[in-house]
């Protein structure tokens, strides 16, 4: 069974640090792009970014570059989403999800995550 | 970044009814297109992509249409299980947009 398991929920102060992850098992991790979501509270969807964990090639939403970072660790089946310097405005729940594909060129989001919920408040 | 468009933004109806959402590109995205559907509380769950192609345990009464820039989703015959929010999401190119959102309710 394809699984995608996120980490807990977090509460931080703005300007802190933060890291999440999203660990796969029931497939082959390394050969599907692993993509993150973000919806803030009451709000639609949004894309961050996809990775695949093979060669690490990341694909960002120019909106998000710079404001987060992608990576995966291929070894231990996980993909991370981290954050130098929170603000307010990240409080918002994370999705990772898996990326399949149909017909080569048909990408979507089959298997999610739970989601991670992070707060940001002082 | 192609913009996706959705309509209405909320809409009431009735078990046993008939609805389609429609979602709109800003630019061509050829059939590029999926549709997911989530409930309070949960991750999305996919029900349609390439525009047309149902997911695997997904209920027939989902249908999906179009090609270029106007899509829509259409469930047959509502059922109490349906009254979600969908979204259409563009995989044309990245970063893979997703629409505001459909809520459906029950009327």
């Known amino acids: 069974e394809v699984q995608l398991v996120q980490s807990g929920a977090e509460v931080k102060k703005p300007g802190e640090s933060l890291k999440i992850s999203c660990k796969g098992s029931?497939?082959?991790?390394?050969?599907?792009?692993i993509g993150w979501v973000r919806q803030m509270p009451g709000k639609g969807l949004e894309w961050l970014g996809i990775?695949?964990?093979?060669?690490?090639?990341?694909r960002y939403n120019p909106s998000f570059q710079g404001q987060v970072t992608i990576s995966a660790d291929k070894s231990i089946s996980t993909a991370y989403l981290q954050w130098s310097s929170l603000k307010a405005s990240d409080t918002a729940v994370y999705y990772c999800?898996?990326?399949?594909?149909?017909?080569?060129?048909?990408?979507?989001?089959?298997?999610w995550g739970q989601g991670t919920l992070v707060t940001v408040s002082s | 970044d192609i913009q996706m468009t959705q309509s209405p933004s909320s809409l009431s109806a009735s078990v046993g009814d008939r609805v389609t959402i429609t979602c709109r590109a800003s630019?061509?995205?050829?059939?590029?297109l999926n549709w997911y559907q989530q409930k309070p509380g949960k991750a999305p769950k996919v029900l349609i992509y390439?525009?047309?192609s149902l997911q695997s345990g997904v209920p027939s009464r989902f249908s999906g249409g179009g090609s270029g820039t106007d899509f829509t989703l259409t469930i047959s015959s509502l059922q109490p299980e349906d009254f979600a929010t969908y979204y259409c999401?563009?995989?044309?190119?990245?970063?893979?947009?997703f629409g505001q959102g459909t809520k459906l309710e029950i009327k």
């Open positions: 999800a898996r990326q399949n594909f149909w017909n080569n060129y048909y990408y979507y989001f089959d298997y």
């Open positions: 029931g497939y082959s991790f390394s050969t599907y792009w």
């Open positions: 990775i695949y964990p093979v060669d690490s090639d990341i």
């Open positions: 630019q061509t995205i050829t059939n590029y």
């Open positions: 390439a525009s047309s």
């Open positions: 999401q563009q995989s044309y190119s990245t970063p893979r947009t």
